[in-house]
């Protein structure tokens, strides 16, 4: 069965630093998500990416933060200067169409990312 | 705006025995409504949806959950509780309206289920 995946599965770094978390998403979805869930707290939506552009975002999605596809397959999300608050662990997410019944987005693993 | 309550933290339930997990909902337009199971250090993992039709839901692993519009609810629910379905359970909601392209999900707090042997 087809899966998002998420690369890395950890990620250390120091505040001020860019990091760059990777995902892989179902290869015939079309919608692309970026969640996050800090420790003990709700999964928060940041951003949602359709047909190279984003679709919506958050509050929490600031300048810091950015999302490309470099090429078919990839889709990254970026922060540019991270912060303490930024500790959290990152969901990807996809869904398959934009139509009613295609509405369910599939979750990756996660990439859990401690900034020091 | 979207929101989403689950008003358990913790539910414990004997292994055999029938489980609810509670969720109630609020949005704008007609609401589509997900559960997802998260398991230790894992991803979250689609258990099921409403969008339209049924009011009960059948999902994986023997889940099942109830559409109720007039109270606002999307309980989920199983006959018979297996140690297996401990997990952080998380109830999550989205406006079915068919303007904008808005399609994120809002999500409860999650409820911790434990299963007791």
């Known amino acids: 069965e087809p899966e998002v995946t998420q690369t890395p599965s950890h990620q250390v770094t120091q505040m001020g630093q860019e990091v760059i978390l990777r995902c892989v998403p179902i290869?015939?979805?079309?919608?692309f998500y970026w969640y996050r869930q800090i420790l003990g707290q709700k999964v928060e939506f940041l951003v949602s990416?359709?047909?190279?552009?984003?679709?919506?975002k958050s509050e929490i999605f600031d300048d810091q933060f950015s999302v490309e596809r470099p090429d078919g397959s990839n889709f990254t999300l970026k922060i540019r200067s991270t912060k303490l608050e930024d500790s959290a662990m990152y969901f990807c997410?996809?869904?398959?169409?934009?139509?009613?019944?295609?509405?369910?987005?599939?979750f990756g693993p996660g990439t859990r990312l401690l900034v020091l | 705006a979207q929101s989403v309550a689950q008003p358990e933290d913790q539910v414990n339930v004997a292994e055999g025995n029938p489980l609810t997990v509670k969720c109630t909902y609020s949005?704008?337009?007609?609401?589509?409504l997900f559960w997802y199971v998260q398991y230790p250090n894992r991803g979250l993992q689609f258990l099921l949806k409403?969008?339209?039709?049924?009011?009960l839901v059948k999902g994986s692993y023997g889940f099942e959950a109830e559409f109720n519009k007039s109270q606002t609810s999307f309980h989920l629910k199983k006959p018979s509780a297996l140690v297996s379905d401990s997990a952080l359970y998380f109830c999550?909601?989205?406006?079915?309206?068919?303007?904008?392209?808005?399609?994120?999900?809002?999500f409860g707090s999650g409820t911790q289920l434990t299963v007791l042997p």
């Open positions: 997410a996809s869904s398959e169409r934009a139509t009613r019944r295609a509405e369910t987005q599939y």
């Open positions: 999550a909601v989205r406006d079915g309206i068919s303007s904008g392209s808005a399609r994120q999900l809002t």
């Open positions: 949005v704008s337009g007609n609401p589509y």
């Open positions: 290869s015939n979805h079309l919608y």
């Open positions: 409403y969008i339209t039709g049924d009011n």
């Open positions: 990416f359709y047909n190279n552009e984003i679709s919506e």
